[in-house]
């Protein structure tokens, strides 16, 4: 599996605060079948993440799990902010691309999805990228499932947090999202190993495998789409 968002870096943003905590989610997500892990730092206004040291991060904590005896590969990457996308030079843009292609982690603005978030997805196509967006559990509207269908038909895919599937409180929602179609893939983002969500994606794949339409396409979801992204491929949603 690959995980294509956390905040596994250390002391960069609100993620890993050392090293030693990355190496204990770096070994945790090992266990749960992980091979790699986008490292996506928050990228906009209230983090002072300087981009261009990213690579130079990831090829560090890379030689650090390595050492440690950690199987699993740091890929670089960005979760973007929808407010400072637009800020963004191209080279700064194909730095926080998920694995060096050409998606774009994008995390809409607060509150209920608008006409902003197209008008981002839009750019970033006409710019050479494509768009994940990150995040659909927090954007609860009316209007919600008819605008991500919308962003999807514009060639974009919707990533959801994986530990959203196993809470109580929250497994119908993530549920009712994916018998719509507008799951696409799973991800961890996780942040620490002290707490929050865990490094793990494999009991909420065995969770979506028994919702249809996603249960049909698991395989897709777990390994055909997260693979092409980081190669920076163009897929499209498998769902009608």
Not at 6 to 12: A, K, N, R, V, Y
Not at 195 to 217: C, I, T
Request: hydrophobic residues 45%.
């Amino acid at each position: 599996m690959i995980d294509l968002h956390s905040h596994i870096l250390p002391g960069i943003d609100d993620g890993a605060l050392d090293v030693d905590d990355s190496t204990t989610l770096a070994r945790q997500a090992e266990a749960d079948g992980i091979e790699a892990i986008c490292a996506t730092p928050h990228i906009r206004h209230d983090h002072d993440v300087r981009i261009e040291e990213l690579a130079g991060r990831v090829e560090s904590l890379n030689r650090h799990l390595r050492d440690e005896g950690v199987a699993l590969t740091v890929l670089t990457g960005g979760e973007v902010a929808e407010t400072a996308v637009d800020d963004l030079s191209g080279e700064e843009l194909a730095r926080v691309a998920l694995g060096a292609g050409g998606w774009i982690l994008l995390e809409p603005a607060p509150g209920p999805l608008g006409e902003s978030l197209e008008r981002r997805v839009a750019g970033l196509a006409e710019r050479g990228h494509h768009s994940l967006i990150a995040h659909p559990e927090r954007h609860v509207s009316a209007d919600m499932y008819e605008r991500i269908e919308r962003l999807v038909a514009t060639g974009a895919l919707v990533q959801a947090t994986a530990d959203f599937f196993l809470r109580e409180e929250t497994a119908a929602a993530m549920a009712a999202l994916a018998e719509a179609g507008l799951v696409h893939l799973l991800a961890s983002d996780t942040h620490s190993s002290l707490g929050g969500r865990p490094a793990k994606l494999a009991a909420a794949f065995e969770r979506l495998a028994e919702v249809e339409p996603a249960a049909s396409h698991i395989e897709w979801i777990r390994d055909e789409a997260p693979r092409a992204i980081v190669s920076g491929d163009a897929i499209e949603s498998p769902f009608p």
